[in-house]
């Protein structure tokens, strides 16, 4: 079990913008989704989260979680949006419990989990973008939730903290599914375990990250990379 079932269509208005995609994943993965600016990766994410409402199917262990009432859903499925500045003075602590339904306890255990404990009482306000994206997942973090999704986690952040994110992730996902957003295909190769290429809101390719080739990217980018396959390691080279 554990295991989820998306199978969803999303329209703003006339316009479809995911159209007919399909996946499963299951507590243990990292699934990435990638695909060129406007392809409906964000669109998608937030058709999971909730946010938006799609046609279609999305399943939890038999569960339809667009049947769920939002804090019956939030126990379940843990939302990272994109990250923007802060507009609030909120302490780091203030701001992992607040919107969430979770109680002191897995505050505290979250901040601990993103190495932000000594940090709790200053003002997010005041710190680092990547400080910042560490509080956006404990937050969601705080909820406990099986199923975790990040909208482009390391965007902006410099090696060392998309390092410690992707790190986070990997430990996360012995005890959760992860479904992230990622414009970098050298993260999304290395660190997730599948892959959804999204193309006009269509599923353009899946499968094994590391198994994506040349002619994938080339035929949803529209630029021929160089991927180097080395010790494991898929390097794409624009
Ligand atoms: N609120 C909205 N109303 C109407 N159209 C929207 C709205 N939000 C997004 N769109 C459109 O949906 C399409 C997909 O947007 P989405 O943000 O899902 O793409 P994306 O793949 O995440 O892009 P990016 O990589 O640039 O973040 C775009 O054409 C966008 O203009």
């Given at each position: 079990?554990?295991?989820?079932?998306?199978s969803?269509?999303?329209?703003?208005?006339?316009?479809?913008i995911?159209?007919?995609?399909?996946?499963?994943?299951?507590?243990?993965?990292?699934?990435?989704?990638?695909?060129?600016?406007?392809?409906g990766k964000?669109?998608?994410?937030?058709?999971?989260?909730?946010i938006?409402?799609?046609?279609?199917?999305?399943?939890?262990?038999?569960?339809d979680?667009?049947?769920?009432?939002?804090?019956?859903?939030?126990?379940?499925?843990?939302?990272?949006?994109?990250?923007s500045?802060?507009?609030f003075?909120?302490?780091?602590?203030?701001?992992?419990?607040?919107?969430?339904?979770?109680?002191?306890?897995d505050?505290?255990?979250?901040?601990?989990?993103?190495?932000?404990?000594?940090?709790?009482?200053?003002?997010?306000?005041?710190?680092?973008?990547?400080?910042?994206?560490?509080?956006?997942?404990?937050?969601?973090?705080?909820?406990?939730?099986?199923?975790?999704?990040?909208?482009?986690?390391?965007?902006?952040?410099?090696?060392?903290?998309?390092?410690?994110?992707?790190?986070?992730?990997?430990?996360?996902?012995?005890?959760?599914?992860?479904?992230?957003?990622?414009?970098d295909?050298?993260?999304?190769?290395?660190?997730?375990?599948?892959?959804?290429?999204?193309?006009?809101g269509?599923?353009?390719?899946?499968?094994k990250?590391?198994e994506?080739?040349?002619?994938?990217?080339?035929?949803?980018?529209?630029?021929?990379?160089?991927?180097?396959?080395?010790?494991g390691?898929?390097a794409?080279?624009?």
């Open positions: 079990m554990h295991k989820l079932k998306v969803v269509s999303f329209s703003y208005g006339k316009k479809e995911v159209k007919n995609v399909e996946f499963e994943g299951k507590v243990g993965e990292i699934i990435a989704i990638i695909g060129p600016n406007g392809a964000s669109t998608l994410l937030k058709c999971i989260a909730g938006l409402k799609p046609r279609g199917i999305i399943e939890y262990n038999g569960i979680l667009t049947k769920l009432k939002p804090k019956e859903r939030a126990k379940i499925v843990g939302y990272v949006p994109q990250s500045y802060p507009e003075a909120f302490t780091v602590e203030e701001f992992v419990e607040l919107g969430t339904y979770a109680g002191k306890g505050v505290d255990e979250a901040i601990r989990r993103v190495g932000l404990w000594e940090k709790r009482k200053e003002f997010i306000t005041n710190l680092s973008g990547g400080e910042y994206q560490l509080t956006l997942i404990a937050r969601a973090l705080a909820q406990g939730g099986d199923i975790m999704l990040l909208d482009e986690p390391t965007s902006h952040l410099d090696i060392n903290h998309t390092r410690e994110i992707m790190e986070i992730l990997q430990e996360l996902k012995k005890e959760k599914l992860i479904i992230a957003v990622f414009h295909l050298n993260l999304a190769i290395n660190y997730a375990d599948e892959i959804i290429v999204l193309k006009n269509e599923t353009a390719w899946k499968g990250s590391k994506i080739s040349e002619e994938v990217i080339e035929a949803t980018y529209g630029i021929k990379p160089r991927i180097v396959r080395e010790d390691i898929v794409v080279l624009p």
